[in-house]
T-cell receptor
């Protein structure tokens, strides 16, 4: 099945810093989503981005499908951005989501 | 518009018992998927239902089963619970397979 790798596994930043999270995947995809898992466990949708670039406030994401990677950018980090960020993908004919192992982001005041 | 609703939120069961978890998808969504999250294995796919039919199944033992009703609500059942079944169980719904999935708040199951 498709493999998903996220990097870095852990990231500790000062409030106000910018960060880039990376997701590599091993096959062509028809769905790529970025999630933020809140402290209570719920996965919050950030982006649905199988290709191209999207922005939502301080967050933006880019997926280069031909090179099989996606990047999540967080600018001017706030303490509320802390948590685990997951990338998940699915591919044609097998539409289950395969998750990466996540990036744990800690923002220090 | 209401999101994905999972009940119950928390559950404590004894080894050997069985448990049923419920998921109500977003109105109009016909695809419902279930995932298990544990510290050791991460997020793993359990099964996916579309129009009351199981379309895809993950690599879990037969003790894990599910179903979907005509109103798209779904239930998953775990029989003969083991300590290793302790996990966060997440349900997701999407309008169609392969489109953006939205997750519920999860059911945290503890087996003692």
């Amino acid at each position: 099945g498709i493999q998903v790798e996220q990097s870095p596994p852990d990231l500790i930043l000062q409030e106000g810093a910018n960060s880039t999270l990376r997701c590599n995947f091993s096959d062509s995809v028809n769905n790529l989503q970025w999630f933020h898992q809140n402290p209570w466990g719920q996965l919050i949708n950030l982006f649905y981005i199988p290709s191209g670039t999207k922005q939502n406030g301080r967050l933006s994401a880019t997926t280069v499908a031909t090179e099989r990677y996606s990047l999540l950018y967080i600018s001017s980090s706030q303490t509320t951005d802390s948590g685990v960020y997951f990338c998940a993908v699915s591919n044609f004919g097998n539409e289950k989501l395969t998750f990466g192992t996540g990036t744990r982001l800690t923002i220090i005041p | 518009k209401a999101g994905v609703t999972q009940t119950p939120r928390y559950l404590i069961k004894t080894r050997g018992q069985q448990v049923t978890l419920s998921c109500s998808p977003i109105s109009g969504h016909r695809s419902v998927s279930w995932y298990q999250q544990t510290p050791g294995q991460g997020l793993q796919f359990l099964f996916e239902y579309f129009s009351e039919t199981q379309r895809n199944k993950g690599n879990f033992p037969g003790r894990f089963s599910g179903r979907q009703f005509s109103n798209s609500r779904s239930e998953m059942n775990v029989s003969t619970l083991e300590l290793g079944d302790s996990a966060l169980y997440l349900c997701a719904s999407s309008f169609l397979q392969g489109l953006e999935a939205f997750f519920g708040q999860g059911t945290r199951l503890t087996v003692v």
